[in-house]
């Protein structure tokens, strides 16, 4: 026959084990808005029974159970679900970024607009043709000045943009580098506690929430993968070991971090999407800004010189033959030896090249100034250094208008008053056909066609690129919500369902408290109710 105090134990199992499990719902109900946290449960179990002896055997016939305890306290959390909120975690990180720099990139471009580049671009061509109309006209030349001091700053404006926001990307890829060695830092650190709280026996649920909800921020900065092992968590980015349990194996420098792109080892995430966005999209669109600014400024074109035009002595001209070849022609000093005696079709070094063998209205006649310069301390053209050449800004009638010239009565070389035939030119230049430099990035533009042709293109290429991002980053969006919805199904605390618990808990433990309380009564009836007979 078993003991009566057999029972108290029991109970007081019991009460400790409801106690426990009260306390746990009422952690899981404290932490219900707590990021990062997961629902914890009383994982019971029935004690281990007693053999119940026969009186005069020593075989066992049965056995009696002592009661309930609990082995541990769990947390709830699904690794597959985990897994794949990582995986598109890390998607949605990339997207983001992309949608955010090319939104940046639309408002820099600033196309549609009145104020864009494209309108001042308009502006300069429509001043040319107004000129061609009075090409002595002061207030003519004068707008040809202003329109093409208003494109020139706008080139400027656009050039310095683009390039504050690549050192802007480069500077976010600084500091979500630093980020990812604080985080992989503190990773190492809570492998090294949950590793020595659990070496005891003891559980660390709270530090593993925080240990996961650091992995899950990691997720979304660069692409990771990792494995749990007795000594914590071992966090890779493909094949480059980042922690490897209680150790941080790689730290980063941004140099360091950009290198892995070329490997494969990064290739998603936002610092990936940082540096796509700065190497191909900004880089694209400052390039394709260059080659405009270029090919209008230096680049071949091929244009027809009209019968009677006069070309500056000593030039060399390259001349486009029926057959479309080429070959170079010098011309003479004498007006005689310059002057066409029909139209030429030559290919000249863009506007430069074209203003330069055209005639100012100034005295004495000066021909071979180049509209466009170069700003002090630069040696290349670019968006962000060309501007108006200072002989034309400080004076307006060193700008070629006229192709003719005629030797007056006293010896002296003249314009032929009226003549617009190189002001004509150079506001043709706007519809003429000429070749754009392939990008460097791979992307790919337009490489022949008109300079609003190009321009439209680039537009447009910004408009699909920016739908496509904000559709990507919309997506993966979706996908991430729906996962940590899963997620939070399994791991989330639902108060309704503690509520449900703790009412559950409380009951059990009144019970066992009133089962104590019988043994207790029990005991008092052996001790102080038995052996008063006869008293």
Request: hydrophobic share 35%; aromatic share 6%.
């Amino acid at each position: 026959m078993r003991s009566t105090f057999g029972g108290i134990e029991i109970a007081k199992r019991s009460l400790f084990t409801q106690q426990a499990a009260l306390t746990t719902t009422g952690h899981n109900i404290a932490n219900a808005n707590t990021k990062g946290y997961s629902r914890q449960v009383v994982n019971m179990v029935a004690s281990r029974p007693i053999e119940y002896p026969g009186l005069m055997r020593s075989n066992v016939p049965g056995q009696m159970g002592q009661g309930v305890e609990f082995d541990q306290i769990k947390r709830v959390r699904e690794g597959f679900l985990d897994n794949q909120f990582h995986n598109e975690n890390k998607a949605l990180g990339e997207w983001s970024i992309r949608k955010d720099t090319l939104d940046k990139l639309e408002a820099i471009i600033n196309e549609p607009s009145d104020t864009g580049i494209r309108q001042t671009i308009e502006g300069f061509w429509n001043a040319w043709q107004e000129l061609s109309k009075s090409p002595e006209n002061t207030t003519a030349r004068v707008l040809v000045k202003e329109r093409a001091l208003a494109m020139t700053d706008a080139f400027n404006h656009t050039a310095r943009q683009l390039k504050e926001l690549s050192g802007d990307l480069t500077e976010s890829v600084s500091i979500k580098t630093n980020e990812v060695n604080t985080i992989l830092s503190q990773v190492a650190k809570l492998n090294e506690e949950i590793y020595r709280i659990e070496g005891l026996g003891n559980s660390a649920n709270d530090l593993r929430d925080q240990r996961d909800l650091l992995v899950d921020n990691l997720s979304s900065i660069i692409n990771i993968s990792y494995t749990e092992e007795a000594n914590g968590y071992n966090i890779q980015m493909g094949n480059v070991q980042l922690v490897a349990g209680r150790q941080v194996a790689t730290v980063f420098t941004r140099e360091s971090l950009e290198a892995h792109v070329a490997t494969g080892n990064l290739n998603s995430g936002e610092v990936y999407g940082m540096l796509q966005s700065r190497d191909y999209n900004v880089a694209n669109y400052q390039f394709q800004l260059d080659s405009m600014l270029k090919v209008l400024v230096q680049g071949d074109v091929q244009v027809t010189l009209p019968k009677d035009a006069v070309i500056p002595a000593g030039t060399t001209l390259t001349v486009v033959n029926p057959d479309g070849t080429t070959q170079p022609r010098t011309f003479g000093t004498t007006i005689a030896e310059r002057t066409l005696t029909e139209d030429l079709p030559v290919i000249v070094k863009g506007f430069n090249g074209l203003h330069e063998l055209g005639y100012s209205g100034s005295s004495p006649l000066t021909s071979g100034i180049p509209f466009f310069s170069l700003k002090p301390g630069t040696t290349e053209f670019s968006a962000e250094n060309v501007t108006v050449n200072a002989t034309v800004l400080n004076d307006v009638s060193n700008i070629s208008s006229s192709l003719r010239t005629y030797m007056d009565t006293d010896g002296t070389e003249k314009v032929v008053k009226g003549n617009n035939d190189m002001a004509l030119l150079l506001a043709g230049i706007r519809g003429k056909r000429v070749s754009f430099e392939p990008s460097p990035t791979g992307r790919p533009i337009l490489t022949d066609g008109t300079f609003d042709e190009f321009f439209r293109s680039m537009v447009g290429e910004l408009g699909v690129q920016s739908q496509e991002a904000a559709r990507q980053a919309t997506n993966q969006q979706i996908l991430v919500d729906q996962v940590d919805s899963r997620r939070q199904a399994v791991s989330g605390v639902s108060l309704d369902e503690e509520m449900v618990n703790m009412i559950k808990f409380q009951h059990a433990y009144n019970a066992a408290a009133r089962s104590l309380t019988t043994f207790d009564e029990m005991l008092d009836k052996v001790i102080n109710g038995m052996g008063v007979v006869g008293r």
